[in-house]
């Protein structure tokens, strides 16, 4: 279906929920004591239609694709590092792939552009292009390429469908997209880019400045023709968050919980909400990032992050960070002994 991004979404299953609350309020603790972590575990019974549910099998992937608006002095880093990382990745050596090691779940990676092309083993090379267009002369994508990279994360989420992941988790690298994603939050929300712009990899208060000023620039450029979220896609974001717009939105379609990143992947989750609200109730925010644009993007999708820890990597991680927390909700959930299995008694009614 050549759209197939506004197909149904799954429903939560509310019967599940409600046993699960249920459940909840009959272990040995006072009503509502585990604050976030209860809702939690009722949340994933209704997604996973499981009254019991479980976070065990993970499904990881990191999307990479590099920026053509690097070429205005947007990063602190060359682009060549996007490259260099999918061999870090695959190496083993990056923030992700020490999680995704900690926590036993495979490490997907997949290159859909690179300036330099690249033949990595252990790699998924996609080559879309050498990255996107400069999204402050022209349109970042063509409308080939984004159809081409939102099919990329659909097929990563139909995967982790097949081996019946219980979570799913997509990361992103790619250097200059936190100029792209800045720049689609500004045009979704919509806000001045003045109040979402922050250092990225690392700039200094001019290089922020600049920053400013290039995504103000091409949000002008841009405005007028993304009255429609595809579209401000195709103009402003890039082929990793284009695939992670894909992927949130099968993982929904499919019935898959996802756990939702940083800055970067909550602007894919806002462009996703935008063209299928029913993908919502199916994101899980993890924490909520140093980036100063983070914070309106969780505001404006209802969201409560689970974590606040000033992180600002990407790449997933502090979504990874986040599992173990989810694996204790679900094992409280689980294993708590009720007032009458403890003989505790509860208070009355």
């Not at 109730?281 to 999708?301: M, Q, Y």
């Not at 708590?336 to 505790?344: G, I, K, L």
Request: hydrophobic share 45%; with cysteine.
């Amino acid at each position: 279906m050549h759209d197939w991004w506004n197909g149904p979404c799954q429903q939560l299953d509310q019967g599940f929920a409600t046993r699960a609350a249920a459940r909840q309020d009959q272990l040995t603790k006072p009503r509502g004591a585990l604050g976030q972590l209860e809702a939690l575990a009722i949340a994933l019974a209704a997604m996973q239609r499981n009254e019991r549910p479980q976070v065990e099998r993970l499904h990881v992937s990191v999307f990479a694709g590099d920026h053509g608006v690097v070429e205005e002095g947007v990063s602190a880093y060359p682009q060549s590092v996007t490259g260099q990382m999918l061999r870090n990745f695959v190496g083993g050596g990056a923030a992700l792939s020490v999680l995704a090691r900690r926590l036993a779940a495979p490490l997907e990676v997949i290159d859909l552009g690179t300036v330099e092309p690249l033949q990595l083993d252990g790699v998924s090379h996609l080559r879309l292009g050498p990255g996107t267009a400069n999204l402050a002369r022209e349109a970042a994508m063509s409308e080939q390429q984004l159809h081409a990279a939102l099919a990329a994360g659909r097929d990563s989420a139909q995967r982790a469908a097949e081996r019946s992941a219980q979570l799913f988790i997509g990361g992103e690298m790619g250097i200059g997209n936190t100029t792209s994603a800045s720049a689609l939050a500004a045009v979704l929300l919509p806000r001045s880019p003045l109040t979402l712009v922050g250092p990225g990899t690392g700039l200094d208060l001019t290089g922020v400045r600049h920053k400013m000023q290039i995504i103000a620039h091409a949000v002008r450029l841009h405005a007028e023709h993304c009255g429609e979220p595809l579209e401000a896609l195709r103009r402003l974001g890039g082929f990793e968050i284009a695939a992670l717009v894909g992927a949130y939105l099968s993982c929904a379609q499919s019935g898959i919980p996802v756990l939702v990143d940083g800055f970067i992947c909550s602007a894919a989750a806002l462009c996703a909400v935008r063209m299928n609200p029913g993908c919502r109730p199916w994101l899980i925010f993890a924490h909520r990032s140093a980036e100063p644009g983070h914070l309106a993007v969780l505001d404006s999708l209802g969201a409560s992050p689970l974590l606040d820890l000033g992180l600002r990597l990407g790449e997933g991680s502090g979504a990874a960070l986040v599992v173990p927390l989810l694996q204790q909700a679900c094992a409280l959930h689980n294993e708590m002994a009720t007032f009458a299995e403890a003989s505790v008694s509860d208070r009355p009614v």
